[in-house]
């Protein structure tokens, strides 16, 4: 599919939808029943620091940096009416933002060399290139700066529960597009597999010092009144994260 009917798609469907996401999956989370940032600390201390946020949506995961004294807090997302939010909700908390209406794979101006930090919290997946966008933001960071980010984990798209019965009923192998209804809006998206992004990253210069895929506790916990999502969950990743360097 052409890159920008999936962009025109995907832009529609979070313009449309942006006030029901307000806040939803943004730091300290990374992802659905996941282990959090206050489990795993990938970030550490960021005061001082200049980062710059993928998909930035309604600005939660920048407020959690600025509350953590971050030095510059910039944030790209397609969506427009994200955008908007963002800034109001930035500037409701007090602080300042740079932000930047554009899909993750165009020039949109972002300087180069210039951040430690690069995050995206369930955002990456979205990329219709993702080598374009991993190599975007291996120029954006410092040598030795740090690229973070979550996104659904394949086998989540994989599996579904049948009779309390993980069956796979799509492919792990299928990197092909799909677009489905949801919220009455149209997403299109694809399953990558999890040596996608490990090689788009290396190709980019990039070295991955840390992946987790772990459900949290209180979901592995669980015993009774389970969700479908919750049964699932029990037995494979729903997300998972990425840290990586800048070489």
């Given amino acids: 599919m052409a890159n920008k009917s999936i962009h025109d798609t995907n832009k529609n469907y979070w313009d449309n939808t942006a006030d029901e996401w307000f806040g939803v999956t943004a730091l300290p989370t990374y992802g659905v029943q996941f282990i959090t940032e206050d ?8 005061s001082g620091k200049k980062l710059l946020d993928i998909g930035c949506g309604s600005g939660h995961s920048l407020k959690y940096h600025g509350d953590h004294k971050a030095a510059e807090l910039w944030g790209l997302d397609m969506s427009t009416k994200q955008i908007e939010n963002a800034d ?32 995206s919290i369930y955002a990456v997946g979205w990329a219709t290139d993702l080598q374009c966008t991993f190599d975007r933001i291996a120029s954006y960071l410092k040598k030795d700066g740090v690229f973070i980010f979550s996104w659904k984990h394949p086998l989540h798209h994989c599996v579904i529960v049948e009779d309390d019965k993980l069956i796979f009923d799509k492919s792990y192998f299928d990197e ?21 992004y490990i090689n788009a990253l290396a190709k980019a210069g990039f070295v991955v010092e840390y992946m987790a895929e772990e459900t949290d506790k209180e979901t592995m ?3 009774s009144d389970l969700s479908e999502r919750s049964k699932k969950a029990k037995m494979l990743p729903l997300s998972f994260v990425i840290k990586a360097r800048k070489l």
């Fill in 39 to 46: 489990e795993l600390n990938l970030f550490g201390d960021v």
């Fill in 88 to 119: 109001k909700y930035l500037k409701e908390c007090g602080y300042s933002a740079k932000l930047i209406n554009a899909p993750m794979e165009v020039d949109a101006g972002i300087p180069l060399d210039y951040f430690d930090y690069v995050y």
């Fill in 221 to 223: 916990l669980a015993t």
């Fill in 176 to 196: 092909s597009w799909f677009t489905y209804l949801n919220d009455g809006f149209a997403i299109t998206l694809c399953n990558r597999k999890i040596p996608t």
